[in-house]
């Protein structure tokens, strides 16, 4: 099931890099962390870039962002060295594979969760609609107010907790799923981390769901499995 799964996303690399008059190691997975904006690739005489479309007028036409273009060469040799840095610590891969299992063996403590907050979430409409009728049957105003009041206030703090709990479960569920591949491919890509061409790399940031955040000199990097926040301040331009 791997291997049909790696050839799929390896042919679809290679075709997308056909369609491509540059390569871009990092394209779909450089952001600006200020307004969410992917980076594009751009040659200016010959040298490659990651522009970024949040200064254009077409693409910000109200509030623009004040991000830099970044020399591609520059940011692709900082990101892969981070990668490398990481999938070349077994301790650190390990304890982020169990963080990665443990999120997945929570799904069913969560779902839990979630169906106590939805009967509670019940229990608060059966309440409201009882306060109704005793606001028809004529009881004191400011006693239906205040338990009305509280019972919203319950309400509010009981969606916000409903609504952290599914991203939570969310999470998880992608963590159940991605899991057994992941494992297996970092085996792999570890077997042979220095011999890696540009469409396993690119396989790489994919599988490991990279996101590169900028924000001014600050390069931040995401993803399945976490890498430190760095500064950098040479390779804008």
Known sequence: MFQTTQMQLELNYKKAKRNTKQPYLLRGHLYCRQCGHVYCGHVDRTIRYYRFP????????VGRCH????????IEAFVWKEIERILDDPEFIATAIEKQRYDANNVSILET??????????????????????ALKGFPEETVEAENKHINENRSNLDAKKAELELQMKESREATVSLPKLEEYIQLVCQKLT?????MKRLALDMLNIKVWIDGSSVEITGTIPVEDSEVVTTSS
Request: hydrophobic share 35%.
């Open 54 to 61: 949040g200064k254009l007028r077409i693409t910000a036409p």
């Open 67 to 74: 991000n830099s273009n970044w020399r591609a060469d520059k």
């Open 113 to 134: 969760e979630l169906q106590q907050i939805d009967r509670q979430l019940n229990a608060l409409a059966r309440e409201q609609k009882q306060l109704l009728q005793w």
């Open 195 to 199: 011999n890696l061409d540009f469409d």
